[in-house]
């Protein structure tokens, strides 16, 4: 089908339920997300709101975070600011390992941290006495954390259970996951926050779940994908009852981003909120789930390029391109398992800012439609440590050769981003720093012990490169890729490898990562602003001389 005429605007005025994950650091705005709340409120919308652990970004609380406990980027730098999930999983791997008195400094921290943000919000709000406020949101995270900490001294008397992401206490009282205790004190603070502004809200709980899906044995049902995926569908079944009943009474739910089971998973947050959005469509509302960013989606970076433009509509396979976190651009939005939960029960979903004004050339609407060729729309780019390429004359041909060393590197924790083969090279591109110059020796190794011997072999190592991605709806039609060459060409960039897949909605090419702003501007100059008859003008003389040059002997492949 294709696109109706539709706009994400609409999409927002139609909807009866708003689905929201708040996190990231907009999950310490308490008193600009509730203004927010309280509009959509007068406007008769319903809403769920799944709230993320609380951090922050700012250098200011750098200072505050435990040495152990601080996030890294792709190149291993320390990031600046405080994440209380990494505090959390810092106090578990503490647990493990005897460190109680470190695991207190670090939970001591965390109430620290998560005061100045509330005390902060609170300063900041003139509905709310400062005093009686704090006092009062101050009982919420000392009461949680206290018990957290009860918890760690009794940590001798209960089992730990590391479930992939999700770090879990049993003990004979049931299931406690230290992880999901930042969610748990992000929709605690959330909740007395609206009743000290007279706010009424329902939470969504989720008390005696864990009990339920993990029976005996947490560990199979995480790792045993039928196992999970029964879990997950019980899940849904029970959050389906839960909201089915709150919405009777109430116009706003809470729910913290934690759910057992998802929580192992890779974006557990993000995948919460889909399903309490999935919960809420089997209830015959017509839902709208909401991602709540600085920008909607664009065309570039607008904070690096000004003539960036909205994407005002894209499907949900290429939302999956942009925000696919392994082998996609990163886009960073949603998480992409998440994206696939919304696709597959075909919520609509919108991108936009929610401080700014609603129109439509200011949200980012992604549903399912057949889309027209159109070209390439967006332009984005991740860097890429390094890339290693692998000559030989003997390897390639052999069985199990891609998958054989796909599962050596993940058996090390190396993420393979991106394959170019020909016929006797094969290149790899990895989305991590932490290869070191012995893995690349002992790679050799394996190869020459799995698949050798081959005297040919030889292995080449390329650093600081890029991967510049070419995005689309529908780009099957000549021209995107001649013109995204040639924006390179002109930006003098060398192309290391290149690749398109058979869908026709995106475009890889790695090159030095020196390059990546004059690429990507001249990539949004030619490939995007310049339109169909500005560019045949500027190939005109080119088709010229290729015209006039003679013709080639025919031949047949």
């Known amino acids: 089908m294709e696109s109706p005429q539709r706009t994400g605007l609409d999409v927002l005025q139609e909807a009866d339920v708003y689905v929201t994950k708040i996190g990231g650091d907009n999950a310490g705005k308490l008193r600009e997300n509730f203004a927010t709340v309280l509009d959509r409120q007068t406007r008769g919308k319903k809403q769920i709101l799944a709230i993320s652990a609380i951090r922050s970004s700012d250098r200011s609380f750098t200072a505050m975070a435990h040495k152990d406990a601080r996030d890294r980027d792709s190149d291993d730098n320390l990031k600046e600011g405080f994440n209380t999930t990494s505090h959390l999983i810092a106090i578990a791997k503490c647990l493990r390992n005897g460190d109680t008195a470190i695991a207190h400094d670090m939970l001591e921290r965390t109430r620290i941290f998560l005061k100045e943000v509330v005390h902060t919000e609170v300063k900041a709000d003139p509905l709310l006495d400062a005093a009686s406020a704090n006092a009062a949101l101050d009982a919420v995270i000392d009461g949680i954390l206290d018990e957290l900490g009860t918890r760690i001294d009794g940590a001798d008397t209960s089992t730990l259970h590391e479930l992939k992401k999700d770090w879990v206490l049993e003990s004979a009282d049931g299931y406690y996951s230290v992880t999901g205790v930042g969610e748990q004190l992000a929709q605690a603070i959330y909740l007395k926050y609206a009743a000290l502004r007279n706010l009424e809200t329902g939470a969504i709980g989720t008390e005696e779940m864990a009990g339920d899906l993990y029976g005996t044995h947490p560990a199979e049902v995480v790792e045993n994908e039928q196992q999970s995926t029964a879990a997950i569908a019980s899940l849904r079944s029970e959050m389906r009852t839960r909201v089915e009943s709150l919405l009777q009474d109430h116009t706003i739910l809470i729910a913290g981003g934690y759910l057992p089971v998802i929580a192992s998973q890779r974006g557990y947050s993000d995948k919460t909120g889909a399903l309490l959005a999935q919960a809420a469509k089997d209830l015959g509302e017509r839902v709208a789930y909401l991602i709540e960013k600085e920008y909607p989606i664009m065309s570039d970076d607008p904070k690096k390029n000004d003539r960036a433009r909205v994407i005002r509509e894209m499907t949900f396979a290429l939302a999956m391109e942009l925000f696919g976190n392994t082998r996609g651009a990163d886009g960073g939005a949603i998480h992409p398992d998440a994206l696939n939960m919304l696709a597959e029960d075909d919520i609509d979903t919108v991108v936009f800012n929610p401080a700014r004004e609603q129109r439509d050339d200011s949200i980012t609407y992604i549903h399912h439609y057949e889309p027209q060729p159109s070209g390439i729309e967006i332009i984005a780019s991740r860097k890429v440590p390094l890339a290693i390429q692998v000559s030989s004359t003997e390897m390639f041909g052999k069985p199990g050769f891609l998958s054989a060393v796909t599962t050596w590197f993940a058996d090390r924790k190396i993420s393979i981003d991106q394959v170019s083969t020909s016929e006797r090279t094969t290149s790899f591109t990895f989305n991590n720093g932490k290869f070191k110059e012995q893995i690349l020796r002992d790679f050799e190794t394996f190869l020459q012990d799995t698949f050798g011997p081959d005297e040919e072999l030889k292995l080449e190592m390329l650093r600081d490169q890029a991967l510049i991605f070419c995005l689309g709806n529908n780009m099957g039609q000549t021209g995107p890729a001649s013109r995204a060459t040639m924006a390179m060409h002109i930006a003098g960039a060398d192309i290391h490898f290149m690749t398109q897949g058979l869908n026709e909605q995106v475009m890889t090419f790695m090159i030095d990562r020196a390059h ?34 003679p013709a080639p002997a025919t031949t047949s492949v």
């Open 516 to 549: 990546v702003a004059e690429v990507r501007g001249k990539l949004h100059r030619l490939c995007i602003e310049m339109d169909d008859a500005e560019y045949e003008r500027f190939l005109e003389p080119l088709r010229r001389a290729l015209e006039d040059s």
